[in-house]
């Protein structure tokens, strides 16, 4: 099995995995037959590995909730669609943003005008 991530997922390695990462989703290939998804619940590493601690995952006769990962094991993490990560802003996005600019100009325009009345 050759597990490729989604359009919503992003490749990193496992030693790129920080603090931050905990509590989102991830999936990876944990050996030739097995794929993971679930939300990492904990991080420790050393130079060579990576320890993760999943939630979501044990619980069956066959899952386990933790896993050692070589650092440069690839491991796919949700995308956050709320933050825009790893995609570029919609048109939409764009245009409220530059109109928002546009309001927040007029508006210190017509305070420093009102100031030097």
Not at 37 to 60: C, E, H, K, N
């Amino acid at each position: 099995m050759n597990y490729s991530a989604s359009p919503n997922e992003k490749a990193i390695t496992a030693g790129e995995l920080n603090r931050s990462h905990v509590g989102h989703t991830i999936s990876f290939q944990s050996n030739d037959f097995t794929v993971v998804f679930g939300r990492i619940a904990g991080i420790a590493r050393t130079d060579v590995q990576v320890y993760l601690s999943l939630d979501g995952v044990s619980g069956g006769t066959h899952l386990k909730d933790e896993y050692d990962l070589p650092v440069g094991h690839e491991v796919y993490l949700q995308l956050d669609p709320l933050s825009g990560a790893g995609k570029a802003l919609s048109d939409a996005e764009k245009t409220i943003k530059e109109k928002l600019d546009d309001i927040v100009r007029n508006l210190r325009d017509r305070e420093q005008k009102a100031g030097s009345e």
